[in-house]
């Protein structure tokens, strides 16, 4: 820097007017070729600038991170980055923030006598390691769709090949659970088959229950700017309450709450009712499945095959007139929308989000919205399909792929198959039968279990929390994460970065490092793998999630647990660095320095997704770019391939050549996707006399899930202060309640005070209510219902039934 | 999408009545009581006044003013001196391209300071002083999209090409009051920094990424803050003589690793 610095004058002299043409050929061309003096070029003094992608969302931008003198200094859209295209959303303009908040936590805290003392990490890796011991059976790994790869790697190798247990879910099950149980029953593999290049191509794009306009802003934009450059597109918005995204749309359908179920079955009933079924490809590339064998029978994940006419005769009670009665639509509504399916030229995208994946029928409606493109033939084209988004930034390329999940394995294979039991035993050199067989407990059971006396079945006796906050985002709160207040021999362990909402009751608190503290990669949601470099230091003694859990491992293995061992009795985390010396990577000053940890993770967790032709990028290769989207191959020419479509011939490597379409792994071996019925189920609580209001929860655009980062951000925080309740108009005039003053809503589970929105941020029809989540001192989620889908096990946090009373000043 | 406050201190509301108009205190507040009585009777009958936005009197005390609700036009608290008239008028009324600019250091100071207020750090998309009653583009850019001046306020011109969703990236502060939980310790670079001159006379570099700022009129034209405007806005290709050369403008090449 020195040298580069008395050379700055010298170099502007002379290059000044080279430098300005050079640097207009810049902007034109992203890549170009190094300029005289490359990323040396002193314009910013003392500023370093480096890739990452944003910590929040699952949307997965790239931003540039300026550092200078060991601290973030600045952020940039990245315009290198396919995603976002250099434009970032206002939280992730300020994501450099959330390292610098005044109440990190430095340094582990123990409790004693109702006390956090400070306690060194020696002692702090001790306890948990005691606590394991004393019964590997009842500990359980609480994580994170915010896990880099190598954490949730880690995590899960640890626990399910470590510890033979399979107790560890992640928060992901609030959140994304429904679209992977949608997309297993409906293709037989996980995740999206498209991109996000259908924005850029959809003549209509219609949303489902998602404030996509807030919710990920950035692809949001990626659509909607194209009306600037004069492109004929229609936003259609399906929705319980007006938003944002409702102002942009064309036509904004506010529909009752789980109606959605009988809205997708209509559309399938028109295209039906106009012969507009896309008989070639169901033909060639589809089977119809019923959830069983008769009706009245409880449904199950796999159903029963049927054939079309017996489809068409269980969807014919869906006309539009029926379906009008039902979701508050006008049968013109629906109308509209069954044309859209019913026209081919147009390419119609459907995408989702928590509207649909947070639902008591949430693999059923995922189900649907696969149907109904399947069936009507807007699939495969880009821009011509259905697509479900994230809401965190490894939701995907940690949770999903690495298989975090309490029936999961990497690569998304199975605990409790036994071929794919056997294969990670392999990869992982284990002696035969060391991972348990049975699938552990969800998240909403292991919360259960952990928030139960022991001596009444409460089998999970300590749970180690890593990078989330389940005091906040855990649906009924009060029964799955406050009563564990009442056992004192219950044990709460969370590694985090600020004191939170989970932390309040916590035994053990260990400070992590985050983001650019740490090298990492993440996956988005359109199957894009992303790696960064550690840029900063963390805080005082803060320091990875993924080094804690290794470091714990190490001390199992130190005292003569048989399973932190291989089959060949070595660490389970043995690395050696090139000279073929064992690296002690469980001592902090050994984890950053002549291995990289991360990568080392990374290559030996590459081999598992191979096996389901899931093929991630080496990290050779994710370091010099943005991100790539797999399956990756590599060519002839040694380069190597993403792929943007799945399934689809000339673009997945892996589809047989004349097949055109095949879904490899389909449900039925037989490459056929599955076209379901999936009835209306009534929502297991719904407004009645006593509770009269629909109450529905969510995000905004300012703060990220429970705020805990974007809270300490002063543009943001000012921005959106606090929670509140939007409320009707007329039902606020009903019950004379005036705008901003005080309510207390009511659920059968909890109550809350907050303050009254009326036609603010987002409108509500009459009987609906709607407060955001991230207020962590106005505890949404101690009212909500902890009910879940039958088959995802995601809870529903939008539906349940509320009272609203007046609070007197 | 740029910030408006008055460039010097300005911002007391002045509450004197001039002289001319005391004689009207009279009528003016006979006009008053009979709206009080008409607005009681008619609060009587409709037991929800217009509402607010929640954060509307904090908003006030350190912003540009908030339109007023009809029913309470006798009590608003604007600006006399503030010209009331349509946004035809207020656009003819922009300083012409060929008006003398006068710059000092101090008012170059204070141009960089006001910047630096609504800024996380040089770079950030700004944040919005006013309140949004429309998030629309085309309300933004009634006022944002040529740059407009209001008696001492600057509406800037927007600096980007037009994105139809201006919220996702400015947000309204509503609330200034708000406390933060915590204290943050980022601190960003409020300033990129004086370009660089070959020799005395010459014309500066730009000193910062023109990524997304790529207007220069937007906060050096002749409808910004006196301090850093240009005194030759009739020279519309910047470029020409300014080089614009940030590492941001460049070529980042991280391809090693480390």
Redesign the interface.
């Known amino acids: 820097m020195n040298l580069a610095d008395a050379n700055?004058?010298d170099f502007?002299?002379t290059t000044?007017l080279s430098?300005?043409a050079s640097?207009?050929a810049?902007?034109v061309s992203a890549?170009?070729?190094?300029?005289p003096g490359?990323?040396e070029?002193p314009?910013?003094?003392g500023?370093a600038?480096?890739?990452a992608p944003c910590r929040f969302c699952g949307t997965g931008c790239h931003v540039?991170v300026?550092v200078?003198n060991g601290?973030?200094?600045?952020?940039?859209?990245d315009?290198?980055a396919e995603v976002n295209q250099?434009?970032?959303?206002?939280k992730g303009?300020?994501v450099?923030?959330i390292?610098?908040?005044?109440?990190r936590l430095t340094t582990p805290l123990l409790r004693r006598d109702g006390q956090f003392v400070p306690i060194s990490w020696d002692d702090a890796i001790d306890v948990i390691a005691q606590r394991i011991l004393a019964a590997p059976d009842k500990f359980a790994f609480y994580g994170s769709g915010q896990w880099t790869v190598g954490e949730g790697y880690a995590a899960n190798k640890f626990i399910k090949g470590g510890l033979s247990n399979n107790h560890i879910d992640p928060n992901a099950r609030l959140c994304m659970a429904s679209a992977v149980v949608g997309y297993i029953s409906t293709y037989g593999i996980d995740e999206p088959y498209n991109c996000y290049d259908d924005f850029d191509h959809c003549d209509v794009l219609i949303l489902w229950g998602n404030n996509f306009?807030e919710m990920h802003?950035?692809l949001?934009?990626r659509f909607?700017?194209r009306?600037?450059r004069g492109e004929k597109i229609t936003l259609i918005d399906l929705a319980t309450r007006w938003t944002?995204s409702s102002?942009?749309a064309d036509h904004v359908m506010i529909f009752q709450p789980h109606t959605d179920l009988a809205i997708a079955n209509c559309i399938a009933y028109q295209v039906i009712e106009a012969g507009a079924v896309a008989r070639e490809f169901v033909e060639r590339h589809c089977v119809f499945r019923k959830p069983w064998k008769q009706p009245g029978e409880p449904q199950t994940l796999l159903g029963e095959p049927c054939g079309f006419d017996e489809y068409k005769q269980l969807i014919s009670s869906y006309t539009p007139e029926a379906v009008s009665q039902m979701s508050g639509l006008s049968v013109e509504q629906l109308r509209l929308l069954g044309r859209f399916f019913i026209d081919r030229s147009k390419k119609v995208c459907s995408v989702w989000c928590m509207g649909v994946n947070q639902h008591t029928q949430g693999t059923a409606m995922n189900n649907l919205l696969h149907a109904i493109h399947l069936l009507s033939g807007h699939w495969g084209r880009p821009g011509d399909g259905p697509q479900s988004l994230t809401g965190q930034p490894s939701a995907c390329g940690t949770v999903r792929e690495v298989g975090t999940l309490a029936h999961g394995l990497p690569g998304d294979l199975r605990v409790d198959n036994p071929e794919h039991a056997a294969s990670a035993e392999k990869l992982w050199n284990l002696p035969p039968g060391r991972i348990n067989r049975k699938p552990g407990y969800h998240t909403v059971l292991m919360w259960e279990k952990f928030c139960t006396p022991s001596d009444q079945g409460g089998d999970i006796h300590t749970i180690w929390v890593q990078v989330t906050n389940p005091g906040q985002s855990l649906p009924n709160a009060k029964k799955l994460f406050e009563a564990k207040q009442r056992l004192p021999d219950k044990f709460l362990i969370v590694s985090d970065i600020y004191p939170t909402t989970t932390t309040r009751l916590a035994d053990l608190i260990l400070p992590s490092a985050t983001w650019v503290e740490k090298n990492g990669i993440f996956g988005n949601s359109e199957r894009r793998t992303q790696q960064w470099?550690r840029m900063v230091h963390p805080p005082g003694e803060a320091r990875d999630d993924c080094w804690q859990t290794i470091a714990v491992a190490r001390r199992l293995y130190d005292l003569g647990f048989p399973g932190m061992k291989d089959k060949d009795g070595k660490f389970l985390f043995h690395m050696q660095d090139d000279e073929g010396k064992e690296v002690e990577i469980w001592k902090w000053d050994q984890y950053y320095g002549r291995i990289n940890v991360d990568e080392r993770l990374y290559e030996e967790y590459r081999p598992f997704t191979r096996i389901k032709h899931k093929d991630v990028a080496p990290y050779?290769e994710l370091?010099?770019s943005r991100g790539m989207r797999w399956p990756v191959v590599q060519q002839p020419d040694g380069s190597w391939r993403e792929t943007r479509y799945r399934f689809i011939e000339g673009m997945d490597p892996f589809v047989s050549s004349g097949k055109g379409v095949q879904f490899y792994y389909s449900v039925g071996k037989d490459d056929r996707a599955v076209i379901w019925f999936r009835p209306y189920v009534p929502p297991p609580e719904a407004p009645d006399a006593e509770y009269p209001f629909w109450l529905d929860t969510g995000r905004v655009?300012?703060h990220w899930h429970t705020a805990t980062m974007t809270?300490?951000?002063?543009?943001?925080?000012?921005?959106?202060?606090?929670g509140?309740v939007e409320m009707n108009?007329e039902d606020?005039?009903e019950l004379?309640i005036?705008?901003?003053e005080r309510v207390r809503l009511h659920t059968r589970r909890g109550s809350l005070e907050l303050?009254v929105?009326?036609?603010?941020r987002g409108r509500c029809p009459r009987g609906h209510l709607f407060v955001p989540f991230f207020d962590e001192n106005r505890l949404i989620n101690r009212l909500t219902l902890d009910a879940h889908c039958p088959f995802s096990k995601e809870p529903d946090f939008k539906k349940c039934a509320a009272r609203v009373e007046k609070v007197m000043a | 999408m740029e910030e408006d406050r008055p460039a010097s201190g300005g911002q007391q509301i002045d509450r004197r009545i001039p002289e001319p108009f005391r004689r009207f205190i009279p009528i003016v507040a006979t006009t008053g009581i009979a709206l009080a009585v008409v607005g009681f009777v008619t609060g009587i009958r409709e037991p929800l006044p217009p509402p607010k936005i929640l954060g509307t009197e904090a908003m006030l005390a350190g912003s540009a003013p908030a339109a007023v609700d009809y029913a309470d036009l006798p009590n608003a608290p604007w600006k006399r001196d503030v010209p009331r008239s349509s946004l035809e008028a207020l656009q003819a009324a922009r300083p012409g391209i060929f008006e003398v600019v006068l710059r000092t250091e101090e008012s170059k100071q204070a141009a960089l300071a006001d910047r630096a207020k609504n800024r996380a750090f040089d770079g950030a998309p700004p944040t919005i002083p006013h309140r949004v009653d429309s998030t629309s583009a085309p309300a933004c850019l009634a006022c944002h999209g040529q740059g407009l001046i209001v008696g001492e306020r600057i509406a800037t011109k927007i600096c980007h090409p037009p994105f139809s969703n201006c919220l996702q990236c400015h947000v309204e502060v509503s609330n200034r009051d708000a406390e933060l939980t915590v204290e943050n310790l980022f601190a960003g670079r409020l300033r990129s920094g004086p370009g660089e001159r070959a020799s005395p006379g010459a014309p500066p570099t730009i000193p910062h990424s023109v990524f997304l700022r790529s207007d220069c009129l937007s906060c050096h034209g002749w409808v910004a803050r006196p301090g850093i405007r240009t005194t030759h806005p009739w020279f519309s290709a910047c470029t020409q003589c300014h080089v614009a050369a940030s590492v941001l403008d460049g070529f980042p090449d991280f391809s090693s690793a480390r």
């Open positions: 700055r004058r502007l002299r000044a430098a300005a640097a207009l810049a902007r890549r170009g070729p190094t300029p490359g990323r070029l314009v910013v003094p500023v600038w480096d890739k540039q300026g200078a601290k973030v200094v600045a952020i940039s859209g315009r290198d250099g434009l970032l959303c206002v303009y300020h450099g923030h390292l610098y908040g005044k109440d306009a802003p950035v949001f934009s909607i700017d009306k600037l944002r102002e942009r470099f050779s370091v010099k655009l300012e809270g300490r951000v002063a543009v943001l925080k000012r921005a959106m202060p606090a509140y108009r606020a005039a004379g005036r705008n901003g303050p929105w009326i036609d603010g």
